[in-house]
């Protein structure tokens, strides 16, 4: 790591967080038979101890309390909360019902509301190169969108909400860890509410058998690894470059749906398929040369 450009390891995290996000459509594909609400709950709940660990490891405690003291900062981190406990579900449910190739248009389409995003509220250009990228993967989507015979309005709620939630911790001066720390802090509170009212109906599965217990627990697990790599690679890389590089996990959800799920695939949706990902490559190459180095977040 120490011969990558700050840029460089941004464009890095922002890889593995899209790994993690890719596998785990096949990894919620195999708890179709758990509740959509307690895998949410689970993936906030299991998310906290993890990220009390790593903020205590490196001392940021202080910075937590700071953020307390905050009224600003604590508000727009509980909003964020709450958007992504939407996505969460939403993105569960997606998979539990079948779906799992609308869920992946959504991620498709989330990148191009990024780059919108960053030329409207972060002042963003891009070079010619980029453009012809942004315009391949534009392409790409209305194809795929066609193909689906439906107007996209799953995956524009999915690609929506999470275009807001990274925009919003970009913005926000908060460190990833510590932000993602604080969030989940907010969000335990109603979620192990949430969890007692299954188990008092009688649909949790939690601690009724091993298999379960530690697939719920490894959903924690899951999701503190991505969206801490994501909200690393924020800091150092443009907004827009970050959205572009989205669309690893979508492709990666899309094999999963054709090939392991066993939904159609036709000559059209494979189109799309190869615009975004000719897209990515010219972006990703693009990115990395033109990338403007960004001093190390503190």
């Known amino acids: 790591m120490n011969g990558l450009s700050e840029s460089q390891k941004g464009i890095l995290f922002c890889v593995i967080a899209h790994l993690f996000w890719g596998g785990m459509a096949p990894y919620f594909g195999f708890m179709r038979h758990v509740n959509v609400m307690e895998i949410a ?5 299991w ?11 490196f001392g940021q405690f202080p910075d937590i309390a700071r953020i307390f003291r905050n009224p600003k900062q604590l508000a727009i981190l509980a909003f964020t909360s709450s958007i992504i406990v939407f996505n969460w579900g939403f993105y569960v449910w997606s998979i539990e019902v079948g779906r799992t190739l609308e869920s992946s248009l959504g991620y498709f389409i989330n990148p191009l509301l990024n780059v919108v995003a960053g030329y409207l509220f972060l002042h963003e250009r891009f070079t010619r190169a980029q453009i012809v990228a942004i315009a391949l993967a534009a392409l790409g989507v209305v194809i795929q969108t066609v ?24 913005m926000i001066p908060v460190g990833a860890t510590q932000g993602f720390l604080v969030e989940v802090m907010i969000i335990t509170p109603p979620l192990l509410a949430v969890e007692y009212w299954l188990m008092q109906k009688g649909v949790a599965r939690f601690g009724t058998n091993p298999k379960d217990t530690l697939m719920l627990l490894g959903c924690g697990v899951l999701t503190a690894g991505a969206l801490l790599f994501f909200a690393e690679s924020l800091k150092r890389i443009r907004y827009s470059t970050a959205g572009i590089l ?3 996990s979508p492709s990666l959800v899309f094999l ?8 159609p695939m036709d000559r059209w949706k494979l189109l799309s398929f190869a615009c ?3 897209a990515l490559a010219i972006y990703s190459i693009a990115a990395l040369r033109s990338e403007k180095p960004v001093p190390a977040p503190a």
Do not use: D, H
Not at 41 to 45: C, L, S
């Open 147 to 170: 193909a689906t015979g439906v107007f996209p309005w799953l995956g524009l709620m999915l690609g929506g909400s999470f275009c807001i939630y990274g925009l919003l911790r970009k």
């Open 276 to 278: 975004i990902w000719v």
């Open 246 to 248: 989205q669309y690893i």
């Open 256 to 263: 999963t749906a054709i090939f392991m799920f066993g939904e």
């Open 41 to 45: 709950v689970n993936r906030g709940v």
């Open 47 to 57: 998310s906290l101890p993890i990220a009390l660990a790593i903020v205590g490891w």
